[in-house]
């Protein structure tokens, strides 16, 4: 548990008492689940009053996900252990830090600096930094830059730059020269020179600016542009979502619409009879222009194509409009699929209206749960998601475990890229962070704390540890898959010793639970080692990306080698494989086999759902509805199959039904949800999503679903 005592520095010691007696029930930084890095309440010698403090003061800092931010300086009681710290302050790079509080800690202090860059180090934006116009961006299918300014308009264009002049070039080849002069106290800046200059932008066009004749930008000047109806704007169908302000023509997947825009200058005067210098296009005598759009592509893959007057076309088709596509389903309201377009909605289904709400089971209208709730509040890194070999009722996950088989969920001090747990030892977890690289972490009381497991001196920062794996048998030794290569200890992580591969490159490793000098890898390739990893012999897998592997529980004999295109399996310990599936794995924890029923295997396709076999792996079914696309399991020893789908966990129950793990954590931030006859439920009018919009009618209920037009 995090006992959380907050207090800012220069407060009197009243304050910090009453702060104290408030928040003494509470956990964690605002939290309400209980604690990170849990502790014994019994053990208050495992927290750690400490002083967090920035250089330069004042900055926002969050812990460990928290939802509340805190000033430095302050001093909070933190449990010992890894936490993470994100470190925010205007004008200065964002930090994100991990500490680790120890029974002497005692200060924190992070160093801040400015978001600048200097001489020797151009900035990414370029040579000049404009205040406001011309507004450098476009929608990346574009070839010229979208600038915000229209025909007619005046603006003073100021800015910083590096650069001692350069020269607006117009599109009659007419020159606006810019000198620039040095802005005091910016020494050593990369932008430390500033310019304005009023300019009116009375051509429609291609606009340059250059500096000693090279060009620095280009940008286009365009005549004003408004979508008139009847034309379906963007906006229309997604009101509550970052569509609502975007002004482009809506257009339904394969289909072809008509466009019609009024076309004026800066004044809102309208061009007649102008050409508009794209697509043949020319305004009318009232200045408006009718064209024909159209977005063309496979449902559910992004960008897809944008046509003008069936000529190819960029997404931002003229001035600041642009053409978005959009797929769309129709359920009568007693769930009758009347039609759709979006690939994942194929069937009827269930609709129960509970009072103004209107309930659908999840995966039946096409929206994935990250999609409905931003990838839950918790950071998906590797989806991870273990449990202890010996107690089912712990559950792990990337930054959160629980011991109470999910009903309650507590939070680790920081978010683990990687963790495992030894059959061997079932009190022990290991785990790597990304915010301590050269670290790595070891638990002895079924991961209730973490401590520094021995300071490893093999450069871990400059090689992502892909996976932990400690041998099932020897409890001294473990093995560490990383971006460096494979590295094996014999003695609990004292000494690391590198494993010569016949690749550089190790994506998976598996050890034989029975005979574990038994040992395949994979890289491009598969290889097996029949002395501890000592040499390696080539299988038959060759050029195969290989992405997981795993042994069948109950034989050993039995392998199973996930690339990432398909499934192979091998009966005879290695020796011949044959392929069993077209699954696509991405990822070392897509295959799952059963501990006490070595028929069961699951499969978790990557972009396609989980696949579960009965046969040892000869034949599969797919199991998942639609929105566990990518996503990662295990079987626990009550057979029970466990799922992290986006750092929400989920149990398939009995009945088939994926239920998700305390959802009333887990969903709180997203819209309403039931579990109804054990299935569970979304209420589908209560969706904000930023790329699905919802409409109920009397008689029908609507889905739509932006297309991702942005490459």
Partial sequence: MKFFKIKVVSKKTVVFLLMVAFVIGFSGCGKKQTSITPINPNSQEQAKVVKIDSDPQGAIVFIDNGDESYKTPFECSLAIGPHTLIVKKEGYEEVNKGIIVKGDSRDFSITLYKVSKNLSSPSPLGQILFDSVPHIACCSAAA?????????????????????????????????HFDTEKISGNEGEFYNRKFSKTVTFDKVGIYSILSDGEQE????????????????????????????????????LGKEVTAKLLISDSKGNPMKNTPLGVYNLKTDGSGTVTFKVSVKGQSGMCCPEVFVNDKPADVLIYADILAWGYESATFSREGHLIKSTISSITNDTKVIIDGNDTYMPYGSFGAPINVMYGCSDFPLINGNILVNPKKSSFIYVDSLFSEDSGQTWKYFGTTFDTIATSSKQPNVLYAWSRYFPNTLFKSTDYGMH???FIDVNIDLATGFVTQIVPDPKDANTVYLVTWRGLFKSEDDGKNWNFITTPEKTVEAIAINPRDTSIIFMGGLNLYKSEDG?????????????????????????????????GLFISNDGGKSFKKTGNFCFWGNRSIATDPKNSNRVFAFSYGDGIYKSEDSGNHFTKISPYGFENCSGIVNSDEELLVNSNGIPFKLDDNGNFVPLDGEFFLKNGPKWKIIDG?????????????????????????????????
């Fill in 533 to 565: 990893g000592k040499s390696w012999k080539e299988t038959e897998l060759t050029n195969k990306d290989i992405q997981c592997i795993a042994f069948n529980q109950g034989d050993p004999e039995v392998v199973y080698v996930g690339v990432s295109g």
């Fill in 217 to 252: 930008y280009s940008f286009s000047v365009d005549y004003k542009a408004k979508i008139l109806p009847p034309t379906s704007e963007l906006g229309d169908l997604f009101p509550n979502a970052r569509y609502k302000d975007t002004i482009a023509v809506a257009v339904p």
């Fill in 450 to 452: 973490f401590d520094e």
């Fill in 679 to 711: 299935e569970f439920y979304i209420a589908v009018n209560t969706i904000k999503s930023d790329f699905i919009a919802v409409k109920i009618n009397d008689k029908t209920i609507e889905f739509y679903k932006a297309c991702d037009m942005i490459p």
């Fill in 144 to 176: 010229t830059a979208y600038s915000n300014i229209f025909y007619g308009e005046t603006y003073a264009v100021s800015g910083k730059t590096s650069l001692e002049s350069f020269e607006l070039v117009l599109p009659s080849k007419k020159k606006v």
